[in-house]
């Protein structure tokens, strides 16, 4: 129930393209969802978050589309750059439970020019 | 965003010996930080959370009496890899959540330590 299930594992994509990424999730206690890049050798970093309670949350090019009832939630980034090459976790938490984060297992984007 | 040294960034150390990491949060407390392991090509494992001023509270199958974290100050954790062997070998990250401001208690990440042992 710990959970978050996230797919595809790897996605390539082409340069000016849209990358979609999919999570479910089974708790329903979560109520916060970060999203983290991550490129090879480095820390995550957090890139959006969204609460349950908004079904879609844009920031420039990214974009959280969120859907409470099927406990689904995904990122989308628009007009894909090579740049965005790396690997993309999203996560869920609990205010309530310690802000114990729970990640995805990711999923690595080669975005080809 | 909050900012997080982590260091060393990489340590090569031999069988046996102990190795201490580093974990600061550089413009906010943290009472709470938390620790991961990362295998290549793999997501972020929660070792441990690690509380300001008090015992740190181990995952299950962690070894606490492998990995000894200490969170001394509000901007400092250490995690210590005791007795490392090579299959301790791993990318070892940091975590802090802000605790004054509100918000919504994003973590922020250190760049990680790369961790050989030989």
């Known amino acids: 129930q710990q959970q978050v299930k996230q797919s595809p594992q790897s996605l390539i994509v082409q340069k000016g393209g849209i990358s979609i990424i999919n999570c479910a999730y089974e708790n329903t206690a979560f109520d916060y969802f970060p999203w983290y890049q991550q490129f090879p050798g480095k820390g995550p970093a957090l890139l959006i978050a969204i609460r349950p309670d908004v079904s879609e949350k844009k920031e420039g090019r990214f974009t959280i589309s969120f859907n409470k009832s099927a406990k689904q939630f995904s990122l989308h980034i628009m007009d894909s750059q090579p740049g965005d090459s790396a690997t993309y976790f999203c996560?869920?938490?609990?205010?309530?439970?310690?802000?114990?984060?729970?990640f995805g297992a990711g999923t690595r984007l080669f975005v080809k020019a | 965003g909050a900012v997080v040294s982590q260091h060393p960034s990489r340590v090569i150390c031999k069988s046996g010996t102990s190795v201490k990491i580093e974990c600061r949060s550089l413009?906010?407390?943290?009472?709470?930080m938390f620790w991961y392991r990362q295998f290549p090509k793999q997501s972020l494992m929660l070792m441990a959370t690690?509380?300001?001023?008090?015992?740190?509270?181990?995952e299950q199958g962690v070894e606490k009496d492998k990995f000894l974290i200490n969170h001394a100050s509000l901007t400092l954790s250490t995690l210590t890899v005791t007795s490392a062997h090579p299959e301790d070998s791993s990318f070892y990250i940091c975590?802090?959540?802000?605790?004054?401001?509100?918000?919504?208690?994003?973590?922020?990440f250190g760049e990680g330590s790369r961790l050989t042992v030989l």
């Open positions: 413009d906010f407390q943290a009472t709470t």
């Open positions: 996560a869920a938490y609990t205010h309530t439970g310690g802000f114990k984060t729970i």
């Open positions: 690690s509380n300001e001023g008090s015992k740190a509270t181990y």
């Open positions: 975590s802090a959540r802000a605790t004054s401001g509100g918000g919504n208690g994003e973590l922020f």
